[in-house]
């Protein structure tokens, strides 16, 4: 077995995860999290050390961890948004917004806690602007993000031997950003985003940080 220390990315398909998860690869025995296997194989073909991980986030289970006895790096990046006004927004979009982007990274972290302490290691959740501050329209994305800010607090005052960092992205160029441009009726332009590699290397600053340093949150926005 590797001797490198390991990481799992969960939305390691496509954008942001992708983007961390090649970041991590250099150093890192990485797991790719999603529910596209064709394409998380794809990806970890391309990467040393790594595996694809197929998994449907919302209903995992004790068996789909065991394996993993010792986690260096949790990176939590899998989200959804729909966006919509408080008015036009049935219960079921809130349910699923929560679930995907709160439930299940509560899920996988408690799942993954003794490989996590035997590690001493580090969750990062990506988080999002939207959990910083609340817009028209962005009612549920952004109660779900304030709602995994809660949930990355409680665990770093739970769990002392671990280090827990909340990552804030501004808008990124991903395809979460075409699909809100889309519902806003602008242009995707991608030149005045944040590039998903910029999001992980904010990522990647957090976990290579010094052993006496723990960077708690970091807010990333575009320079335009």
């Known amino acids: 077995m590797s001797e490198r220390p390991t990481a799992l990315v969960t939305g390691a398909s496509r954008g942001v995860g992708a983007a961390v998860a090649r970041a991590l690869a250099p150093t890192h025995d990485v797991m790719l999290g999603g529910r596209d296997g064709a394409a998380l ?6 990467l040393p050390g790594a595996q694809p991980w197929p998994v449907e986030l919302t209903r995992v289970t004790q068996a789909d961890v065991e394996h993993v006895e010792r986690l260096d790096v949790l990176v939590h990046c899998a989200g959804i948004s729909v966006l919509g006004r408080i008015a036009d927004q049935s219960a079921d979009v809130w349910r699923r917004t929560m679930d ?3 439930v299940a990274v509560a899920e996988l972290t408690r799942l993954l806690l003794p490989a996590l302490r035997r590690a ?5 959740c990506v988080n999002s ?5 609340v817009n028209p329209s962005w009612g549920s994305y952004s109660a779900s993000k304030f709602a995994l800010k809660a949930l990355a607090d409680a665990l770093r005052l739970e769990e002392p031997a671990l280090r827990v960092t909340t990552v804030y992205p501004g808008r990124t160029a991903t395809d979460m950003q075409r699909g809100v441009r889309e519902f806003e009726g602008g242009e995707f332009e991608p030149e005045r985003y944040l590039t998903p590699e910029s999001v992980a290397g904010a990522v990647l600053a957090a976990v290579t940080a010094g052993p006496d340093a723990h960077l708690t949150e970091l807010t990333i926005r575009p320079r335009g």
Do not use: L, M, T, Y
Request: glycine share 22%; proline share 0%.
């Open 129 to 133: 602007g939207a959990g910083q501050r």
């Open 120 to 124: 001493g290691g580090h969750v990062v």
């Open 100 to 102: 995907v982007n709160v």
């Open 41 to 46: 194989a794809a990806a970890a073909a391309e």
